[in-house]
């Protein structure tokens, strides 16, 4: 048997894959590949590292293959990575999440549509390009795109349909864990999600029949990638899903000793989804990236977090460097929060929960921050946080937060050739561009803070794929999305403004019982009417933009009706308000005093499935009007009745005297804990002020944060395009920050 050596790594979750090129063979005559190739370390020690809340009362043994695929073969491709990312660990994601089947080829990931793409010259993948493709574009079902278990190598590309489709199956993010942190492992397994990682081979894992695994012997064969679907502490092993058939191993599954695990493991992943605008209401999504800056500030520590959608609120929580007695310390309404009760001299840890209707996330990685002081102390400089990559117009564009003390940024790219990163530039700000750049490439930089002799840590790496021509660049997400609301008897209407390099339009509409997104149309006008609908019944429905680089970002979706009553209840075209893209609404509860009988026009209450209130419609009369000046409030309710929302819509005669049209105030689960206040501003007054959107943040009922949106008008004039003013209790100004229309930051003052 002729076998050729690699020296291959092997990685959990989603990074890098080794390649055997020829077909390894078993004493029984059975022909099993392998494909992990191996992660250049430099690059590798860049990847962003999960650091879990420590577990506590973990359970004895945790086992999620009854919600797995049934195990499949590779066959001749090298494809492990694919198999193990995309098959095992996305179908298992969206079984959970979606509660479908798993037996039809249409609730099954294709490992095609991902390894097609990143398979490398002699066979096999990186476990990195893999879950990046599965976090960017998607993974597309067997059922649009087959995989052929019967050759070498398959070069076919995924079709329009087949990117339309994985386009709605985005996993959310991916970290790596440490092989030797068993601790960690074993909390995602048991909170049910599994990791993917990497083993180094020999001869004798080919012929495994059953039991614990717990040696290997014969001549070393390279890397191969897997999914840990469980562990039992009286086996001392973990449970794998293999990609060799139910022929092999336990049934397609093997037994794999703790100790064996840590000593041939390189490299473990773990990857995090979510079901992206699903209209029925789950329990919040885990706040990820959360960081703490790190000697930024002297009298604050400043904690940031990515967005999580469709939620009401977040809850932070901290504890000392040296405790893991975690204390919530505030609620907030947007994805950062300023810590000010803190003292010199000390480290914190910080954890974050999303909240929504159905209850709490769990807790978010942990991040850690210190004061100013704390930095001279040590003699460093914080480490730049929040680095993050964007190509625009044959450039890279990158930004970062501002490390206090630094005369200077050094930015670094990884260099295959000479496989470490190299420096490319410096630069006084927090933001660099990068215009060597080729077509087709994927890049990896890092930036680290430099002020005399000193340097920071480096950032975490961020990687940014250019397109293989100009014509190759991702549209923007559709904007003023509008769906009619009970206007018409016998249809919904849709439309939506034209978004840049658009070429087409997909509309989507919710189908509750096989919980997915169906296609309705694909488009190149901007409207679409939907006839397939029952009156008084609610359909929820998203848009993208298409052309031939992929798909944009999905709307958030928004819901409409035909209505047996349209002529009765149309809204008069003196009080319709236009729905942008933005949430806008009212600064408060409607008071007890409007509720005397005959003020409103129509209550509407709307419930969930399980009868609690979630909402409630209060429509006023003529003479209510005339007093207010707005003619509708919503409000929102958690799952304990509290309130987490309220919208108030304003009359045009109101907007052209006051400003504006809608109001949305956001609370705390009651009216007397105030988070945010969103202002919508009329076009009258933004073309005279230059601002259409003001958001008011608040921190324990006083106001710490004002973030006014500008017009492009502004933007072109004077190259921003939204401010964010930090004030004390008394409005006095702390710190302004200026960002451009892709969300930059270009400069910051301090007082």
């Known amino acids: 048997m002729n076998q050729r050596i690699y020296t291959i790594v092997l990685i959990l979750a989603v990074f890098f894959s080794f390649s055997l090129t020829n077909t390894a063979e078993s004493k029984k005559g059975k022909k099993l590949n392998t494909g992990l190739e191996e992660t250049n370390p430099n690059l590798k020690k860049t990847f962003r590292t999960s650091t879990p809340m420590k577990a506590s009362g973990l359970p004895d043994k945790a086992d999620l293959s009854a919600n797995l695929p049934k195990p499949g073969n590779q066959g001749y491709q090298g494809s492990c990575v694919a198999w193990a990312t995309t098959y095992a660990y996305k179908s298992y994601h969206e079984k959970v999440e979606r509660k479908w089947d798993i037996d039809t ?33 998607g993974a597309a079902t067997l059922s649009t795109m087959s995989y052929n278990p019967n050759i070498e190598r398959d070069n076919t590309q995924p079709s329009a349909k087949a990117r339309q489709e994985a386009s709605q199956y985005k996993a959310k993010d991916w970290k790596q864990l440490r092989s030797s942190d068993s601790e960690a492992i074993k909390k995602e397994l048991a909170g049910e999600n599994p990791v993917v990682f990497g083993l180094n081979l020999k001869e004798s894992f080919y012929n495994y029949s059953g039991g614990v695994y717990k040696t290997q012997s014969g001549g070393y064969l390279g890397g191969h990638a897997m999914l840990l679907v469980g562990y039992d502490d009286s086996k001392k092993a973990y449970k794998v899903m293999n990609s060799w058939g139910t022929n092999w191993g336990e049934k397609g599954f093997l037994w794999l000793d703790y100790s064996l695990f840590e000593k041939d493991c390189n490299a473990v992943y773990v990857m995090y989804d979510d079901i992206a605008n699903q209209p029925e209401e789950k329990k919040a999504e885990i706040p990820q990236n959360v960081s703490a800056s790190q000697g930024t500030y002297t009298d604050q520590i400043r904690i940031m977090w990515a967005k999580v959608e469709n939620i009401d609120s977040y809850i932070i929580y901290r504890a000392d460097a040296e405790s893991d007695n975690f204390k919530k310390i505030s609620d907030s309404a947007d994805n950062e929060y300023i810590d000010t009760e803190i003292k010199s001299g000390k480290s914190y840890r910080y954890a974050v929960k999303a909240v929504n209707r159905s209850g709490e996330s769990d807790y978010s990685d942990i991040a850690e921050g210190f004061l100013k002081e704390e930095s001279k102390k040590s003699d460093n400089l914080g480490q730049p946080q929040n680095l993050s990559a964007s190509y625009d117009s044959g450039k890279v564009v990158l930004s970062w937060n501002l490390v206090d003390g630094a005369d200077n940024y050094s930015v670094m790219k990884f260099d295959e050739n000479a496989k470490d990163y190299e420096k490319i530039g410096s630069s006084k700000s927090s933001t660099f561009t990068d215009s060597k750049v080729k077509s087709g490439e994927n890049y990896w930089y ?42 018409f008897t016998d249809k919904v209407e849709i439309k939506w403004a034209s978004a840049p390099n658009a070429e087409s339009y997909w509309v989507l509409k919710w189908n509750a019982d096989a919980q997915v997104w169906e296609e309705l149309v694909n488009t190149k006008q901007n409207t679409f009417t939907d006839k397939n609908v029952i009156p008084d019944t609610s359909y929820y429905y998203i848009l993208c933009s298409a052309n031939i680089a992929g798909f944009s970002e999905y709307t958030d979706y928004k819901n409409g009706n035909a209505s047996s009553m349209a002529s009765d209840t149309k809204k008069s075209k003196s009080q319709k308000v236009s729905e942008n893209s933005y949430k806008e609404g009212a600064t408060d509860y409607v008071s007890s005093d409007f509720k005397s009988k005959g003020t409103y026009k129509k209550i509407i209450p709307f419930k969930d499935s399980k009868g609690k209130k979630i909402k409630d419609e209060f429509y006023l009369a003529e003479e209510a009007i005339q007093n207010t000046g707005y003619y509708k409030t919503i409000v929102y309710y958690n799952t304990d009745g509290g309130v987490t929302q309220a919208e108030r819509y304003y009359t045009d005669g109101f907007a052209k005297k006051e400003g504006y049209n809608i109001r949305i105030t956001y609370y705390a689960g009651s009216f007397d804990k105030k988070l945010k206040l969103e202002t919508l501003y009329s076009d009258e007054f933004a073309d005279k002020k230059g601002y259409y959107k003001r958001m008011t943040f608040y921190r324990d009922n006083e106001v710490y944060k004002v973030e006014s949106v500008y017009t492009n008008k502004v933007l072109k004039s004077k190259g921003y395009y939204r401010i964010v003013i930090f004030v004390t209790p008394d409005l006095k100004p702390i710190r302004k920050e200026y960002f451009d229309y892709r969300d930059i930051k270009i400069k910051e003052e301090s007082k």
């Open 446 to 487: 890092v930036v680290f803070a430099v002020s005399g002799k000193k340097i920071s840590p480096t950032s975490d790496g961020v990687s940014v794929d250019i397109p293989e021509s100009k014509k190759e660049v991702l549209p923007e997400t559709p904007k003023d999305f509008e769906v009619s609301q009970g206007d």
């Open 105 to 137: 080829e249409k609730h099954l990931f294709s490992p095609a549509f991902v390894y097609n793409q990143i398979q490398l010259p002699g066979g096999g993948s990186y476990f990195h390009e893999a879950l990046d493709v599965l976090k960017n574009q």
